[in-house]
T-cell receptor, first 115, second 111 residues
Framework: DQQVKQNSPSLSVQEGRISILNCDYT??????FLWYKKYPAEGPTFLISISSIKDKNEDGRFTVFLNKSAKHLSLHIVPSQPGDSAVYFC??????????????FGQGTILTVHP | DAGVTQSPTHLIKTRGQHVTLRCSPI?????VSWYQQVLGQGPQFIFQ???????GRGNFPDRFSARQFPNYSSELNVNALLLGDSALYLC??????????FGSGTRLTVV
């Protein structure tokens, strides 16, 4: 069973526009949520996170929204830039519990930003 | 300041062989986690070690084992390699929870 789902395998956006990446999870015990960006031949790079006590966290062009009742989070990138083209993974964990560093990842969404 | 370093970067092994992958965490980080990423999927959790003790294990067979050394570096060992073990193996370090920083990974190909 897949506890974290990113239902869009790919997303194509024009430079300057907004990119919205979505992620759904099934377990309400998850209380800490992260987004990572990954380029080929590199490890995932941390982008932004949010804990379950918040519903929004912003860092520059990146904003993460959390809807706990819907078990849904999204990453907004505004404005999108060609350098943002990469694979984006959402990851979840139970930071307050005993999962000790176990991140559960979605399958990833390939974002392509066209000039 | 060095990030998470993994070695080797690439490796080709034959079915049935054994492999050891190495990871050095960020200075000050006492937790190391290992993940396997196969093409087209997200990373899957294998192990987490904190203060040299195993604190978590994912759904992987006993052919997979790991350990953490007094300097907090870690090794991932895989015995009796199968073709399906071909993947990118990622190491992440953190203080305990949160702030997970990944290395660039070891690309293992089993032939």
């Amino acid at each position: 069973d897949q506890q974290v789902k990113q239902n869009s395998p790919s997303l194509s956006v024009q430079e300057g526009r907004i990119s919205i990446l979505n992620c759904d999870y099934t377990n309400s015990m998850f209380d800490y949520f992260l987004w990572y960006k990954k380029y080929p031949a590199e490890g995932p790079t941390f982008l932004i996170s949010i804990s379950s006590i918040k519903d929004k966290n912003e860092d520059g062009r990146f904003t993460v929204f959390l809807n706990k009742s819907a078990k849904h989070l999204s990453l907004h990138i505004v404005p999108s830039q060609p350098g943002d083209s990469a694979v984006y993974f959402c990851a979840v964990t139970n930071a307050g519990g005993t999962s000790y560093g176990k991140l559960t990842f979605g399958q990833g969404t390939i974002l392509t930003v066209h000039p | 300041d060095a990030g998470v370093t993994q070695s080797p970067t690439h490796l080709i092994k034959t079915r049935g062989q054994h492999v050891t992958l190495r990871c050095s965490p960020i200075s000050g980080h006492k937790s190391v986690s290992w993940y396997q990423q196969v093409l087209g999927q997200g990373p899957q959790f294998i192990f987490q070690y904190y203060e040299k003790e195993e604190r978590g294990r994912g759904n992987f067979p006993d052919r997979f084992s790991a350990r953490q050394f007094p300097n907090y570096s870690s090794e991932l060992n895989v015995n009796a390699l199968l073709l399906g073990d071909s993947a990118l193996y990622l190491c992440a370090s953190s203080l305990l929870t949160g702030g997970y920083t990944f290395g660039s990974g070891t690309r293992l190909t089993v032939v």
